[in-house]
């Protein structure tokens, strides 16, 4: 795969409070390209889904909301798409973005997410609700999909700018 094509859109993927949103945002300022927050865009269409259209016989859930996202980026060129860490998605919905997308895993230490959840809790729940324990086996457990990704960074700081510049350099120079 060449890494000059500019017209591909970025997907950064990770675990909850990897940097996906900072980081993307700031990827996309530097390109000026559009951003999409994915779990962002799932609530904005859920919303629109179920006050828009009551006649449905059943609010679409999560993942067909996300799932059909993932669809559209298809469609977009030049776009930074932040992936839901939580997301229905799998190692074959990884293999479909990668035609038309880098995919770049932000591969946090499990220390350094902890400390941001502790700090900031889960969305809907305290972090105290899930437990380090399980949260460590969750990440242990999903670590081996993100392997396939066009590129892994594993940084302790977590500084986005830094990022945002290995990212650039990986795929733009």
């Not at 959840?117 to 993100?146: C, T, V």
């Not at 500084?159 to 290995?166: F, T």
Request: hydrophobic share 40%; glycine share 6%.
């Amino acid at each position: 795969m060449s890494r000059r094509q500019p017209q591909r859109n970025i997907v950064l993927i990770g675990f909850h409070k990897s940097g996906l949103t900072t980081v993307g945002r700031e990827l996309a300022r530097r390109l000026h390209r559009p951003f999409i927050d994915i779990p962002v865009e799932v609530q904005r269409r859920q919303r629109l889904t179920v006050f828009q259209l009551p006649g449905l016989s059943r609010p679409a859930s999560t993942t067909d909301v996300e799932r059909r996202i993932i669809g559209d980026l298809a469609c977009r060129r030049e776009t930074i798409v932040a992936l839901g860490s939580n997301g229905e998605w799998d190692a074959q919905t990884l293999e479909d973005l990668k035609v038309y997308a880098y995919v770049v895993f932000l591969d946090m230490p499990f220390e350094l997410l902890w400390r941001r959840i502790e700090a900031e809790g889960l969305p809907g729940q305290p972090a105290e609700a899930r437990g380090a324990d399980s949260l460590r086996r969750q990440w242990q457990a999903r670590r081996p999909e993100f392997e396939q990704c066009d590129l892994q960074l594993v940084d302790a700081g977590a500084n986005p700018r830094r990022l945002v510049q290995l990212i650039l350099h990986c795929f733009y120079t």
